[in-house]
């Protein structure tokens, strides 16, 4: 009965909504490539949801979704009725941790700007997951630090909860939803897992007969929930007769500053990407009122660390600015440091604070990434995702990830999608923040700590 309630206030506070998205947002999607299986069938309708429309409610019975009697939400709430506090920060953690794993991944391959979303792809690997079996799922579970299913799945659906939770202050959502082949057989034991814990709604397409087609319309669809920021995510050719699920996950944020930065004082200044390579860039400029206005701040001999919180002080971001080059910090990044960074905050007075505009696009291609991490076995033919189809018959071909982020005066904008595609078999005498060289970012949740986002500036202008 408060599940149902609960339903019935976030619905109507969703239809309140408008369609003003400018907004930081992820998606994720999964595609899944299979050949026969023989479990039950779903058959589905269109979309999922719509940003603005409630989600179509399915009933397995007779195999067919029942759209005429539907009372669900935007974003499904989830079942985390036996969550702890002690569970979410296991989950926070594991999400963190593999955070700060796949860093240095992106950025071996990378000496230019990063930007990705740990949350979006842990989120659609826990979804992976529990199809995996055997060896095949102790790796993903070494990767991605996965606790217990039991403790996992109703302390992620508080996660995923918490973000839906409605905040007049700044809009912060995230979903997930199933793209199934309209006559193929996956465990209705799976499907339920995954809409019960994970919110993750169902909808039949025909890659088979309508590769393209289907293509076009999972892209449509991403493209709208992150605000045309990310179009054509999944290329032509990776959808062909073999596929036979893609699975999406998205979140959405639109946060303006809690102290925005006057436009008025933004002047083109030098960003010294290296000690002989310097660019110009429109660099912010505040000078708070130290009478009023304090900064969660630390200063150490490797760094300066700054939160800047967003209006409804629950979403912040922290930019930590080496005093020497990135290299310094970025090697022994993990969570206990950032952890030790944290403690060191306190609140200050600043005089100052600077921080370039930027703007960027990035996409990745982590196959060798996931897999250097320690699951090769999910990428070959030795994979076992029978937890799905009740068969041996998928394994992980490609994981791509795209995004792109805009930070300025008023707040922040981004967006980003990943794509898995499965086939078958210094001390100054003011205390000044001035960010003009490269520098590391994280966007979190305040209470929690969890890495929603993160990233690096090398060069604001590209």
Do not use: C
């Amino acid at each position: 009965m408060i599940l149902k309630e609960k339903r019935v206030i976030l619905k109507k506070e969703i239809n309140l909504k408008t369609m003003n998205k400018k907004i930081l947002l992820i998606s994720l999607i999964i595609l899944l490539f299979a050949g026969t299986a023989t479990a039950a069938v779903i058959f589905l309708f269109y979309y999922p949801y719509e940003p603005d429309q409630p989600l179509i409610i399915e009933k397995h019975e007779d195999n067919i979704v029942d759209k005429e009697n539907d009372e669900s939400d935007q974003y499904p709430i989830a079942d985390d009725a036996k969550s702890t506090e002690e569970g979410i920060k296991n989950v926070v953690n594991a999400n963190n941790e593999f955070s700060f794993d796949l860093y240095p991944k992106l950025a071996e391959s990378n000496s230019s700007n990063i930007f990705y979303s740990p949350y979006s792809i842990y989120s659609a690997m826990a979804m992976t997951y529990e199809g995996a079996q055997g060896k095949t799922a102790d790796e993903m579970k070494f990767v991605f630090r996965f606790p217990e299913s039991n403790i996992l799945r109703s302390n992620f659906a508080a996660i995923y909860n918490k973000i839906n939770e409605e905040n007049e202050a700044y809009e912060l959502k995230t979903g997930n939803a199933l793209w199934v082949q309209k006559d193929y057989a996956f465990l209705k034991d799976y499907l339920d897992r995954i809409k019960k814990y994970y919110g993750g709604k169902a909808e039949n397409l025909d890659f088979i007969n309508e590769k393209e087609k289907s293509r076009k319309t999972i892209n449509a669809f991403i493209e709208e929930q992150t605000n045309n920021k990310i179009k054509d995510l999944i290329p032509a050719g990776f959808i062909n007769e073999l596929t036979r699920l893609v699975l999406t996950n998205a979140i959405y944020f639109k946060g303006t500053w809690e102290w925005e930065f006057d436009e008025s004082k933004t002047r083109e200044e030098d960003f010294k990407i290296a000690p002989d390579n310097t660019v110009k860039v429109q660099m912010m400029n505040m000078s708070p009122d130290p009478d009023k206005i304090k900064f969660n701040y630390a200063k150490t001999d490797d760094l300066q660390m700054l939160e800047l919180p967003y209006k409804g002080n629950k979403i912040s971001m922290l930019i930590l600015l080496p005093s020497k080059d990135l290299e310094s910090i970025e090697s022994s990044l993990t969570v206990e440091k950032i952890n030790d960074y944290k403690n060191e905050m306190k609140e200050t007075k600043l005089d100052s604070i600077s921080l370039p505009k930027f703007e960027f696009d990035t996409k990745y291609f982590i196959n060798d990434a996931l897999k250097e991490l320690g699951m090769p076995t999910a990428f070959s033919g030795n994979a076992d995702f029978s937890g799905m189809t009740g068969q041996k018959d998928l394994f992980i071909s490609s994981v791509i990830h795209q995004a792109y982020i805009k930070v300025d005066e008023k707040g922040t904008e981004a967006a980003a999608a990943t794509a898995v595609t499965m086939k078958l078999g210094i001390i100054l005498e003011k205390e000044i923040f001035n960010a003009d060289h490269p520098f590391i970012f994280i966007i979190q949740e305040k209470d929690t700590g969890n890495i929603l986002f993160s990233g690096r500036v090398v060069n604001p202008t590209k």
